[in-house]
Structure formats: structure tokens, C-alpha cells
Nanobody, 125 residues
């Protein structure tokens, strides 16, 4: 089973930025479509962004478009999510997820097979 590990979360002030990373040990991520999701307390897990196996196609949820950037480095076996212009409503646990399927969009949680444990992002002054 693919084991994903997220890192890079933390506390940031409104307007600030963070870069999250998603890595995997013993597996090549370039076989996988990778998605980033987030879940705030009391809310459902929602898709934020996804990236195709080669990185040629990226997709974003409307509320983060132009603020978040997903990218990948298949040589380093890592996927990034750059979060910019952060607002308190972006506070959540952020998860990366993987699927061997191609997804023409961010997709829902049910479309992904493997998940990381999440990394907390807190936006507060």
C-alpha cells in the first residue's frame, strides 16, 4: 500500500504563504494522480487541487484558484502545494491522496485510494 507523508504545515498570519509537501517511500509517485484535500473542524473533506502523473494538467477548486499552486517533481518523488494569500477560512488539516486513475478534475475523496495522515495549517493573527 502506498504510504504518503505530508509536511510543511504550520501557523501563518493572514496574507501569508506556506508550501506543503507530499512524499512517498518505496513507491514512485509518477505512476499516480495526486490530489490535495482539506478538512476543517465540523466540515466535510473537500478537494483543493490535483495534478496529473506528468504534471501537464492541474485542477483547482474555485475558492483557491489563483492563490494555490500544485506542482510535482517526479525525480525527487515529491508533490507540492503552494498556499498564498492565506485567509482564516483556509485553516484545516491538509491531506494528499493518490490514485492510479486519471481524473479530469480535482475529484472527490472516493476517487482516491491512498491517503496521508495530514498536516495542520492554521491561519490566524
Amino acid at each position: 500500500q502506498l504510504q504518503l507523508v505530508e509536511s510543511g504545515g504550520g501557523l501563518v498570519q493572514p496574507g501569508g504563504s506556506l508550501t506543503l509537501s507530499c512524499t512517498a517511500s518505496r513507491f514512485d509517485l509518477d505512476y499516480y494522480t495526486i490530489g490535495w484535500f482539506r478538512q476543517a473542524p465540523g466540515k466535510e473533506r473537500e478537494g483543493v487541487a490535483s495534478i496529473s502523473r506528468t504534471g501537464e494538467r492541474t485542477y483547482y477548486e474555485d475558492s483557491v484558484k489563483d492563490r494555490f499552486t500544485i506542482s510535482r517533481d517526479n525525480v525527487k518523488n515529491i508533490v507540492y502545494l503552494r498556499l498564498s494569500s492565506l485567509q482564516p477560512e483556509d485553516t484545516a488539516v491538509y491531506y494528499c491522496a493518490a490514485t492510479l486513475k486519471g481524473i479530469g478534475g480535482v475529484g472527490g475523496p472516493i476517487e482516491y485510494d491512498d491517503w496521508g495522515q495530514g498536516t495542520q495549517v492554521t491561519v490566524s493573527s
